[in-house]
């Protein structure tokens, strides 16, 4: 079955500091690949996505490319905020029409003053 | 857009009793998921739901739970009788259509004593 494995946490940094959350996957078919955030009290919300090899997901200064050479979606930022203390899953979907999200166990980021 | 709606945000109730959890959904969008947090499972769907008709239940744990939706605007996740092993954060997400973006409402922290 497909599944999402995530580097375990909790990542802590300072902020400015360049930050990336390890996402590997495996996938019976050709999947599209996601990362959302969880703030505390609140649900999830899509970070960005990709759908095809070698796209590029980004938003607020995050980034990820999909490898399918690797099966990796790695998350990236330059230079990181307080305010992006969260927890971030990666997750896959194959079907359009089931969808079925695959999540990983979250990554929890606190970054200091 | 006020967004997916749930109530109550938190619910303390002993073994035994009914729960019922509550979501309203994005106005106009088609698919309506039920998930369930904890740390040691992490977020599993529970059921889905397209035109409100429930597609997939078979993340469903046991005939415990139960979920309906009787129209477009409105689903409840009813557990009876609960148990303490019930205990997390349930979501309740809402889709456009087929590729779209899922929408998390803030959840119910629920706890069983």
């Known amino acids: 079955g497909d599944s999402v494995t995530q580097m375990e946490g909790p990542v802590t940094l300072s902020e400015e500091a360049f930050l990336t959350i390890n996402c590997t996957y495996t996938?019976?078919?050709?999947?599209?690949l996601f990362w959302y955030v969880q703030y505390p009290g609140e649900g999830l919300q899509l970070l960005l996505k990709a759908t095809k090899a070698d796209d590029k997901g980004s938003n607020k200064g995050f980034e990820a490319t999909y490898r399918k050479e690797t099966t990796s979606f790695h998350l990236e930022k330059g230079s990181v905020q307080v305010s992006d203390s969260a927890v971030y899953f990666c997750?896959?979907?194959?079907?359009?029409?089931?969808?079925?999200?695959?999540f990983g166990s979250g990554t929890q980021l606190t970054v200091l003053p | 857009d006020a967004g997916v709606i749930q109530s109550p945000r938190h619910e303390v109730t002993e073994m035994g009793q009914e729960v019922t959890l509550r979501c309203k959904p994005i106005?106009?969008?088609?698919?309506l998921f039920w998930y369930r947090q904890t740390m040691m499972r992490g977020l599993e769907l529970l059921i889905y739901?397209?035109?409100?008709?429930?597609?997939?239940d078979s993340g469903m744990p046991e005939d415990r739970f139960s979920a309906k939706m009787p129209n477009a605007s409105f689903s409840t996740l009813k557990i009876q009788p609960s148990e303490p092993r019930d205990s997390a954060v349930y979501f309740c997400a809402s889709a456009a259509y087929g590729n779209s973006p899922l929408h998390f409402g803030n959840g119910t922290r629920l706890t069983v004593t």
């Open positions: 997750a896959l979907t194959t079907s359009a029409s089931a969808r079925q999200l695959t």
């Open positions: 106005s106009g969008h088609d698919y």
């Open positions: 996938a019976t078919g050709y999947p599209s």
């Open positions: 739901f397209n035109n409100n008709v429930p597609i997939d």
